[in-house]
């Protein structure tokens, strides 16, 4: 039942790294895009960073050069690389997923808080 499984979330301190891993069921078919999302207290919710089937990746401006989107078909996995960590990147982290039929597919969210 469950469509995406995600991981890698949790506490850091300001300049470390983290690596969130989504896994995609087998049961979601002709994926195109796979990226993140995140929405941090008292903000909207905003795209990080997105693969596309022919590997094509955006980013957000606050993260470009830090964090590093990575996609592996084999497994059905999209990873986000999370280095130099800032405490502003503490958010609830989602992984989405949308195929060719621009159907689009949520996880739970994962919770990422950079502190002292």
């Known amino acids: 039942q469950v469509q995406l499984v995600e991981s890698g979330g949790g506490l850091v301190q300001p300049g470390g790294s983290l690596r969130l891993s989504c896994v995609a069921s087998r049961n979601i078919f002709s994926i195109y895009v796979m990226g993140w999302y995140r929405q941090a207290p008292g903000k909207q919710r905003e795209l990080v960073a997105v693969i596309t089937s022919g590997d094509i990746t955006n980013y957000a401006d606050s993260v470009k050069g830090r964090f590093t989107i990575s996609r592996d078909n084999a497994k059905n996995t999209v990873y986000l690389q999370m280095n130099s960590l800032k405490p502003e990147d503490t958010a609830v982290y989602y992984c989405?997923?949308?195929?060719?039929?621009?159907?689009?597919?949520w996880g739970q969210g994962t919770q990422v808080t950079v502190s002292s």
């Open positions: 989405n997923v949308r195929t060719i039929n621009v159907l689009d597919y």
